[in-house]
């Protein structure tokens, strides 16, 4: 009787497992935006860009060409906040989906060499629906704010 037991709960704890690893190798860095599915909800995003030293960029002018630079996304609600497209820079490092809820998702950013005023960023905040991601409308941001 105590095998069966020992039996029963290994299985159950093997399927948590396994589902956990499959929400976690889903990655929504290379997921196509158009092909998912929509919802209604509205996520409150903020966006702001700090320096590698942590320190916030609040003008424009502060903003140098060829730089790298941290885009710092804040929402609560979204399982995973993704940009989804932007101007005069490349992504050099994206956050990583763990599986867990999370509010805060940062983007290592460099500046083109022919970058001279503001970031522009397009986001979409992304929600788990089982195991696959819906899609909110997207975000626009000019950065600094």
């Known amino acids: 009787m105590k095998n069966i037991g020992f039996f029963i709960i290994s299985l159950i704890s093997l399927g948590c497992s396994t589902e956990d690893r499959i929400l976690k190798s889903i990655d929504p860095n290379a997921i196509n935006i158009r092909e998912l599915k929509g919802t ?64 805060k998702f940062v983007y290592r950013i460099k500046t083109s060499p022919d970058f001279d005023d503001r970031i522009y960023i397009n986001v979409v905040p992304l929600h788990l629906d089982g195991n696959e991601f819906i899609r909110e409308h997207p975000q626009a941001f000019f950065l600094p704010n």
Do not use: C, M
């Not at 003008?59 to 979204?78: F, M, P, R, S, V």
């Open 40 to 103: 209604h909800t509205t996520t409150q995003v903020a966006a702001s860009i700090v320096t590698l030293d942590g320190e916030e960029i609040t003008e424009a002018g502060q903003l140098k060409a060829d730089t790298e630079y941290d885009i710092i996304l804040k929402g609560e609600g979204a399982d995973f906040i993704r940009i989804n497209f932007g101007h005069v820079f490349e992504i050099l490092k994206s956050p990583v989906y763990t599986g867990s809820p999370s509010s």
